[in-house]
């Protein structure tokens, strides 16, 4: 009994003694021999013995610290897609997805998030230059039609320029007011005033564009003529039910002028 007594109050000062070990240290086991003895075993191996004894009856597993963190198994692989588990039709959903959950899974190991945020940056850089070359070629082949159309196709790009998108919603804004006033406003002989004021907005805007009263007056009035000759034209074959029956042959045609007009003043030259 002594024996015994003398035993457990080894183990009891080993597990004392051990218990204050900081963390991530070996795992270490007490036993207790049929003579009293007490061995303390780091990784199945005995490091102290107290007394010797040539046979042991029992063992006690004392762990101490936390377990080794998980390792990412495919830490090495160089392809980025395959270290992610992922084809190369994988959407940007799917990578992000799938960048997370593995992230999470092995966050304990420093080295194996490295290994999945590496891979991670360089599928989205290299899904970014594909987008962007996919957007310079088909600028290119736009361009190479263009050169390639009849030389009053090209005349009729020519004249022709693209402004910011901002001045495109702004001049958009101001003629689609002008309609809304010709609407809410009808006359008998249709919206006249309405469109003397859509055409004197039209010279403004061109002139301040191309810094010439002249060519501002030239193209706000043609294009009036020209809109107005179109939306003539066209509103009689607009099926019934479309428009309002309130809405006259000359509110229609205004309309149609309006957009007309708005197209000259945000994109021609």
Not at 171 to 194: C, D, K, T
Request: a positive charge; aromatic letters at 10%.
């Amino acid at each position: 009994m002594a024996a015994a007594a003398r035993a457990a109050a080894y183990v009891a000062a080993g597990s004392i003694a051990l218990s204050g070990r900081p963390q991530g240290t070996r795992r270490w086991s007490a036993s207790i021999s049929l003579s009293g003895g007490l061995a303390l075993r780091r990784n199945d191996r005995c490091v102290r013995q107290a007394p010797r004894s040539p046979m042991w009856v029992c063992a006690m597993d004392a762990s101490f610290g936390d377990e080794a963190p998980k390792v990412f198994p495919r830490i090495g692989t160089r392809d980025p897609y395959k270290r992610l588990g992922l084809g190369r039709d994988a959407s940007t959903e799917e990578i992000t997805e799938a960048k997370n959950y593995l992230v999470e899974e092995y966050k304990g190991h420093e080295r194996s998030r490295e290994a999945i945020e590496e891979a991670f940056d360089k599928i989205i850089a290299e899904k970014f230059r594909e987008r962007r070359k996919t957007k310079i070629n088909l600028k290119a082949d736009l361009k190479k039609k263009v050169a390639e159309a009849p030389p009053w196709i090209q005349a009729l790009i020519d004249m022709v320029d693209v402004p910011k998108t901002a001045v495109i919603a702004q001049r958009g804004v101001l003629f689609a007011l002008i309609a809304v006033w010709s609407i809410m406003n009808p006359a008998e002989g249709g919206p006249a005033f309405q469109v003397a004021v859509a055409l004197g907005l039209s010279v403004y805007l061109i002139n301040e564009r191309l810094k010439s009263i002249t060519r501002a007056l030239i193209i706000g009035f043609a294009t009036l003529v020209v809109g107005w000759i179109t939306g003539s034209f066209l509103v009689p074959f607009i099926p019934e039910g479309i428009f309002p029956g309130f809405w006259s042959l000359e509110l229609g045609t205004s309309l149609v002028t309006y957009v007309f007009l708005w197209f000259s003043t945000t994109f021609l030259k």
